[in-house]
């Protein structure tokens, strides 16, 4: 086995034996990795297995790794008792359902959109930024406007359920920032070809206009077909004063086996955590196929399978 100087030097400074030997942190990854992994698919928490299964049997079919990761998505965004992402979404101050959502490629072709409102499936509009546009971000009423372009309908999104807690908020207007539960889901299709999406409803009862880091390229997605993927979930504001996700993308560039990279993101946010509470997490894959997750707090979990079956698995975390 061959190191570079600088290899050598990082070496040193570590308990070089065991994390050669553990597989944890390979520092030979980047002559390594085979770039050969079965079809996959990880997402965010615990969603239930369907979206997952949805994704898996469209790779079974030959479909890309995008269109199975979009159809898994608009499950959730479709489902009116999640009420972090599409419709059923709990709706900012002002009461107003206000979405995020992008996707990237194995390409390296990006899409997003951000302050979207009455589109149930801002997944898809982002994947029509990315395939129609010679753009990356289109937000508010341009975003929406593109959306009716392009055939999608305006609807209301505001359920009762959700409306209800808006409500209850709105006596005590207290910011709750524990609701930040993204889905963000990438796959490896029969190709090999990575891809990735996220969506979300973002922080409940936001400040009419904040936009997260799911629609930000680099903060709430990343990926990189000869590398792999990463997608956060939590408080948005942490992945975009870190570039969150093209960290761990970067990390596993540099080495870092899945699990490793997410928690040295989660790690470099520890100085932006204003209050112990703050949530921050993340899941990646590697072009092996290798997944991970890391979270800040306890209680983050993500879901990952194969042709075979789907599994939900609890993160490391680190306070
Ligand atoms: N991570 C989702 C958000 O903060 O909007």
Redesign the pocket.
């Known amino acids: 086995m061959k190191y570079s100087r600088r290899q050598f030097v990082k070496v040193g400074g570590l308990a070089t034996t065991s994390l050669l030997f553990n597989g944890v942190w390979n520092l030979n990854y980047p002559q390594k990795l085979k770039g050969v992994s079965e079809p996959k698919v990880i997402y965010t928490w615990d969603y239930g297995p369907v979206p997952g299964k949805t994704a898996m049997a469209l790779i079974n079919e030959g479909k890309s790794s995008l269109d199975a990761i979009e159809a898994g998505i608009k499950i959730i965004e479709a489902d009116p008792n999640v009420l972090s992402v599409g419709y059923g979404g709990l709706p900012d101050a002002e009461g107003k359902v206000t979405l ?1 959502a992008s996707v990237m490629d194995w390409n390296g072709n990006a899409g997003a959109v951000a302050f979207l409102q009455n589109i149930k499936h801002p997944v898809s509009v982002a994947r029509l930024v990315m395939e129609k546009t010679p753009h990356v971000l289109l937000v508010g009423e341009g975003a929406f406007e593109f959306a009716i372009e392009n055939g999608f309908k305006a609807e209301n999104l505001l359920t009762n359920k959700a409306k209800e807690r808006w409500e209850k908020w709105l006596k005590f207007k207290k910011f709750k920032d524990r609701n ?1 539960d ?1 889905i963000g889901m990438l796959a490896i299709d029969k190709q090999g070809n990575l891809s990735g999406a996220v969506s ?1 409803s ?2 409940a009862f936001k400040v009419h206009g904040r936009v ?3 629609p930000i390229i680099g903060a ?1 997605l990343y990926v990189d077909n000869k590398v792999g993927g990463a997608a ?5 504001e942490l ?1 975009i004063k870190t570039a969150g996700s093209f960290l761990v993308v970067e990390k596993m560039r540099e080495g870092y086996s899945p699990t490793e990279a997410c928690k040295i993101a989660v790690e470099r946010s520890k100085k932006y955590q204003k209050k112990a509470h703050h949530q921050i997490c993340y899941i990646a894959i590697n072009k092996d196929g290798e997944v991970g997750g890391y979270s800040f707090l306890d209680g983050f979990a993500y879901t990952v399978g194969n042709r075979r079956r789907m599994r939900l698995k609890k993160a490391p975390y680190l306070l």
């Open positions: 995020d930040h993204t979300t973002g922080w997260g880091d799911s709430g956060s979930t939590g408080l948005g992945a």
